[in-house]
């Protein structure tokens, strides 16, 4: 898994994305992405080798490739 889809995931529980049609919840998930600070996509980066570490996947991601 990709930071990103840790963020989707995250975000798809939110009572503000549930409420937009599949589009419009697509569209706000990659703008709150695009305009998330370095810091936080860190954090996700972290989460994602995390997940893949224990699912057996054995890649780790790094920053630069979650842009």
């Given at each position: 898994k990709?930071?990103?889809?840790i963020f989707v995931r995250e975000m798809m529980k939110?009572?503000?994305i549930q409420t937009l049609d599949h589009k419009q919840k697509m569209g706000a998930i990659a703008s709150k992405?695009?305009?998330l600070?370095?810091?936080?996509k860190?954090?996700?980066t972290r989460m994602a080798n995390e997940e893949n570490e224990s699912a057996g996947k054995g890649e780790e991601l790094t920053l630069a490739e979650t842009a």
């Amino acid at each position: 898994k990709s930071p990103y889809n840790i963020f989707v995931r995250e975000m798809m529980k939110t009572a503000e994305i549930q409420t937009l049609d599949h589009k419009q919840k697509m569209g706000a998930i990659a703008s709150k992405w695009k305009s998330l600070e370095e810091s936080a996509k860190a954090d996700y980066t972290r989460m994602a080798n995390e997940e893949n570490e224990s699912a057996g996947k054995g890649e780790e991601l790094t920053l630069a490739e979650t842009a």
